[in-house]
T-cell receptor
Framework: EPEVTQTPSHQVTQMGQEVILRCVPI?????FYWYRQILGQKVEFLVS????????KSEIFDDQFSVERPDGSNFTLKIRSTKLEDSAMYFC????????????FGSGTRLTVV | AQSVTQLGSHVSVSEGALVLLRCNYS??????LFWYVQYPNQGLQLLLK??????LVKGINGFEAEFKKSETSFHLTKPSAHMSDAAEYFC???????????FGAGTTVTVRA
């Protein structure tokens, strides 16, 4: 069964440093997403990406965040200057035409900012 | 406004007992609805989804959910709980023309021996 692959599985970074979280979505999917889950809390939408541009972003997705699909297969989330409160599990997801394919999530990257 | 509400943040059941997790949505147009399960320190696994076909949806691990438009609900059930069902369960909606998932707050299920 096709999978969404995320790397790394766990990253520890110093406050103020830049981090890049990487995702390889399912190859024939069209929509790509990043979600965040702070420990013990709900899963929150960050951003959606379609046709090589951001289609929607939440209020969490401020100027320190950016996304990119640099080579047609990878989908990255960059956090420019990390804060302690950015510590969370970050999930990448992809979907095909609406819910016909559903949303497939990766196993997540646990980001710890120290 | 919350588009999806899960009633009960924590449910405790005995092994072999019925599991019932409640989910209600807020939308004038029936959305697509999903249940995901998250085991400790793991990702989100799709249990089942409703995409306007049959209102009773069967998923993996013996779970099923029924879409009731009149009650704007999509409750998840399993007739007989197993110890391996202990996890966090999330209901999620894909509202019409929204093109993303919005998650409920989650329900933690513990199973007593």
């Amino acid at each position: 069964e096709p999978e969404v692959t995320q790397t790394p599985s766990h990253q520890v970074t110093q406050m103020g440093q830049e981090v890049i979280l990487r995702c390889v979505p399912i190859s024939n999917h069209l929509y790509f997403y990043w979600y965040r889950q702070i420990l013990g809390q709900k899963v929150e939408f960050l951003v959606s990406f379609y046709n090589n541009e951001i289609s929607e972003k939440s209020e969490i997705f401020d100027d320190q965040f950016s996304v990119e699909r640099p080579d047609g297969s990878n989908f990255t989330l960059k956090i420019r200057s990390t804060k302690l409160e950015d510590s969370a599990m970050y999930f990448c997801a992809s979907s095909g035409p609406r819910a016909n394919y559903g949303y497939t999530f990766g196993s997540g990257t646990r980001l710890t900012v120290v | 406004a919350q588009s999806v509400t899960q009633l009960g943040s924590h449910v405790s059941v005995s092994e072999g007992a019925l599991v019932l997790l409640r989910c209600n949505y807020s939308s004038s147009v029936p959305p697509y609805l999903f249940w995901y399960v998250q085991y400790p320190n793991q990702g989100l696994q799709l249990l089942l989804k409703y995409t306007s076909a049959a209102t009773l949806v069967k998923g993996i691990n013996g779970f099923e959910a029924e879409f009731k438009k009149s009650e704007t609900s999509f409750h998840l059930t399993k007739p007989s709980a197993h110890m391996s069902d202990a996890a966090e369960y999330f209901c999620a909606v894909d509202l019409f023309n929204d093109y993303k998932l919005s998650f409920g707050a989650g329900t933690t299920v513990t199973v007593r021996a």
